[in-house]
T-cell receptor
Framework: AQTVTQSQPEMSVQEAETVTLSCTYD???????LFWYKQPPSRQMILVIR??????QNATENRFSVNFQKAAKSFSLKISDSQLGDTAMYFC??????????FGSGTQLTVLP | EPEVTQTPSHQVTQMGQEVILRCVPI?????FYWYRQILGQKVEFLVS????????KSEIFDDQFSVERPDGSNFTLKIRSTKLEDSAMYFC???????????FGDGTRLSIL
């Protein structure tokens, strides 16, 4: 079974600074998808960014980008120019042949004014 | 932007009682999912549903659980005889296609007394 590990339960960053959230996963599959979801205090999980494993290019979505290292099974999220609204729980997730999202334990990010 | 909606936001039920959690997926989506998150733990997959039948289910989704799409808009999760350990946040999600991005609702907090 796939596992997803987020080793940073909590992180904080100053407003306008850059922060990187870590995620590693374990799989024997070669084709899969990786996601970062954000869960603000309002509770709804919102997609931040998605990466297809067969694409070598790292996904980017405005201030959010990933560093996808397939051989190392690493999928970190970089948030540039952090904003107060980025304060949330961030979940890394894996989708593969089991056809179900497997989530990490989450990283609580706090952006400080 | 279309959203997944879940009702109620909070449900309190006596142990042993039946409970039904309701979800209205995004209208053009074909795949529906339930996840749960016990307080302080990871988000866990329960079940996926497509074409009026279960596609995948996890070990958690035992005979006490059932899902249904009673009409063209609602997607429900029923727990027949609730246990204390069923207390959790339950999230509904939907997607256009199998590997498409899943859109989540706000969740229902289920408290079993």
């Amino acid at each position: 079974a796939q596992t997803v590990t987020q080793s940073q339960p909590e992180m904080s960053v100053q407003e306008a600074e850059t922060v990187t959230l870590s995620c590693t996963y374990d799989t024997s599959e070669s084709n899969y998808y990786l996601f970062w979801y954000k869960q603000p205090p309002s509770r709804q999980m919102i997609l931040v960014i998605r990466q297809e494993a067969y694409k070598q290019q790292n996904a980017t979505e405005n201030r959010f980008s990933v560093n996808f290292q397939k051989a190392a099974k690493s999928f970190s999220l970089k948030i540039s120019d952090s904003q107060l609204g980025d304060t949330a729980m961030y979940f890394c997730a894996f989708w593969g042949s089991a056809r179900q999202l497997t989530f990490g334990s989450g990283t609580q990010l706090t952006v400080l004014p | 932007e279309p959203e997944v909606t879940q009702t109620p936001s909070h449900q309190v039920t006596q142990m042993g009682q039946e409970v039904i959690l309701r979800c209205v997926p995004i209208s053009n989506h074909l795949y529906f999912y339930w996840y749960r998150q016990i307080l302080g733990q990871k988000v866990e997959f329960l079940v996926s549903f497509y074409n009026n039948e279960i596609s995948e289910k996890s070990e958690i989704f035992d005979d006490q659980f059932s899902v249904e799409r009673p009409d063209g808009s609602n997607f429900t999760l029923k727990i027949r005889s609730t246990k204390l350990e069923d207390s959790a946040m339950y999230f509904c999600a939907s997607s256009e296609a199998l590997s498409s991005v899943q859109h989540f609702g706000d969740g229902t907090r289920l408290s079993i007394l």
